[in-house]
């Protein structure tokens, strides 16, 4: 079971506060004034069209990106001001994986760790790799990975270092039925342990039995779309 990270009494109304996000690509504006709170527990499945910004309010989150107006926080930080408490309690989960192509799959994950500050334990290597199905590849170099299982072992590097905030961008992209169901459980798993679950998803028929809530992203702005109750992997509702 994942340990929620403390939080201070502003986390524990909201986890990310978005107020009149704005963000300017050359002339055009891609987000318009994004208003959305999202409290601990929740999973919200963001939608809209390609093109439409989700990625791009999953990075000013993560802090890659500045928001051109507007602020952001994540339990209590400020995205602009405060980036660094906030990558270390964020996991992001992109169309790359960000992968090195030249090691191999446990040289990926115990490098990340390293890169983290943190001691590259070989069992807890080993963990992971065997939660997402990896373990019989572990010393393979990852550019011979198909793409799903490139997604897979970016699962496992973020399982090595639970978020309290987790952000996928269309997660179920490249997986099988079986890599689906890991990234449910993972996603389930943070938000029952007190964090956030932001995907961005077009497949929202995979992402109905974990979702809270659905806010779709359209000329710029987010309207509500469904709250409901979720009926998630291993979480009593």
Partial sequence: ????????????????????????????????????????????ALTGRNGSGKTTLLRIIAT????????????????????????????????????YDHLTAAENLIFSLRMAGRVADPAAVGAALARVRLTEARD?????????????????????????????DEPYASFDSDGVDL??????????????????????TRALDLMTRQVHVEDGLLMECETRAPTRLGVVT
């Fill in 140 to 168: 393979e170099r990852v550019r011979g990975f198909s793409a799903g299982m490139q997604r897979r072992l970016g699962l496992a590097r973020l399982l090595l270092r639970p978020p309290s905030v987790l952000l996928l």
């Fill in 64 to 99: 890659l990106l500045r928001p051109t107006r507007g602020a952001a926080t994540v339990f209590g930080h400020d995205t602009v001001r405060e980036p660094d408490p906030i990558r270390a309690r964020v996991g992001f989960l992109g169309h790359r994986a960000g992968l």
């Fill in 1 to 44: 079971m994942l340990r929620p990270h403390p939080t201070d009494s502003l986390a524990a109304q909201s986890a990310v506060r978005l107020q009149g996000v704005a963000r300017r690509f050359g002339d055009r504006w891609v987000l318009r004034g994004v208003d959305l709170d999202i409290a601990p527990g929740e999973v919200v």
């Fill in 183 to 204: 990234v449910n459980e993972f996603a389930s798993e943070v938000a029952a342990s007190g964090g956030v679950v932001l995907l961005a998803t077009h497949d929202m």
